[in-house]
């Protein structure tokens, strides 16, 4: 599928864009990769890291729309991750994640709609789903501006979808690496936020894999979610050391007990597939079929009951200690 083709990747020098790129060169044979960043420093790094011909890379903003333009020029695909993701920097500095995730956003989608490109993928969190913060709340807004899209798409042939998942093991900012650290420097204890939180667990190979399956799977304006094991941050804590006291800190600035992948009240709109779930479009589409029961590789979904939430608390999967532990060496992390 992606074999000779153009993708595009806002925010690519970050944890998930490093991870797609080696898969994209090593495993899809793309005509051109390109980086899309506003940091100089990583992208130089990049350089040395992937010394290929087949990759390009633009110094840019996704606030900058004439920028974000040019850069999708001949350009297949476009996984959008660029977004400002930390949720206490999101609570302090409002308008910045605003700019960057809803704005971002929308100069994404007509930057694509100028360049036909012909399929967008948005990356989103569970944040998004009942968003009691900022960064939840302004990636809901981004999820809702991808699926309207498909309609403002008129006779262009460009499709967007979103993708949502959970805490990514090892990325950047993440607890695990936090953990690590805290270890490597001699701590005498781990902070935990609160002893009953619990978050769902993905890797950085298995979000990346999610994205490339999505845009064979996508109609546009499907919200993907994968199926995912959840972790008690307590049983991670002690999976990582076993032998240091915890010491419950406190829940941080927007910050949740638990996460939410598929809402209650979007149970209406969710099909179960094997290993995934759809959130079909609130809105009907008014150029194309709004059937979502089948997705364009032929694999059919099954509508949930009545009042179905996904969530880490309610999950039918929790890692124990050594599943943790196996699952942090397979991250890398």
């Known amino acids: 599928m992606f074999a000779g083709k153009s993708i595009l990747i806002t925010g690519g020098t970050g944890s998930f864009g490093r991870k797609m790129v080696a898969t994209l060169l ?11 960043s506003r940091d100089e420093l990583k992208q130089f790094d990049m350089q040395q890291e992937f010394p290929d011909p087949r990759m390009r890379f633009f110094i840019g903003d996704v606030r900058d729309a004439e920028r974000m333009t040019q850069a999708m020029q001949g350009v297949d695909f476009v996984i959008h991750a660029a977004a400002l993701k930390q949720v206490p920097a999101a609570e302090y500095n409002p308008t910045e994640c605003i700019k960057t995730n809803i704005h971002g956003a929308e100069n994404v989608i007509r930057a694509a709609l100028a360049n036909d490109v012909g399929q967008v993928i948005a990356l989103s969190t569970d944040k998004a789903a009942n968003p009691i913060n900022l960064y939840g709340a302004t990636k809901l807004a ?25 805490n990514v093991v090892g990325s950047r900012g993440s607890v695990v690496p936090f953990f690590r650290r805290l270890i490597a420097q001699g701590a005498d204890h781990l ?3 609160h002893e009953d939180m619990t978050r769902f667990w993905i890797t950085l190979q298995e979000g990346v894999d999610l994205v490339l399956d999505s845009f064979q799977r996508m109609h546009g304006g499907e919200i993907f979610v994968p199926k995912l094991p959840s972790v008690r941050i307590v049983e991670l804590a002690r999976a990582m050391a076993p032998d240091l006291p915890q010491k419950v800190i406190g829940i941080r600035p927007g910050e949740k007990l638990h996460e939410v992948m598929c809402p209650a009240d979007d149970s209406h ?10 959130i079909r479009p609130t809105i009907t589409f008014t ?33 124990g200690l050594d599943e943790i532990i196996e699952f942090n060496r397979k991250a890398g992390a």
């Open 191 to 193: 902070p935990i936020t």
């Open 269 to 278: 709109l969710t099909l179960e597939y094997d290993d995934h779930f759809v």
């Open 26 to 36: 090593s495993q899809h044979d793309p005509r051109r990769v390109i980086v899309y």
């Open 287 to 319: 150029s194309r079929n709004n059937a979502f029961e089948v997705n364009a590789m032929g694999e059919k979904g099954v509508p949930v009951r009545q009042g179905f939430e996904y969530s880490s608390g309610n999950n039918m999967h929790f890692l």
């Open 142 to 166: 981004s999820d809702k501006l991808f699926v309207a899209a498909n309609n403002m798409a008129g006779g262009h042939p460009t499709r967007f979808s979103v993708v949502r998942y959970g």
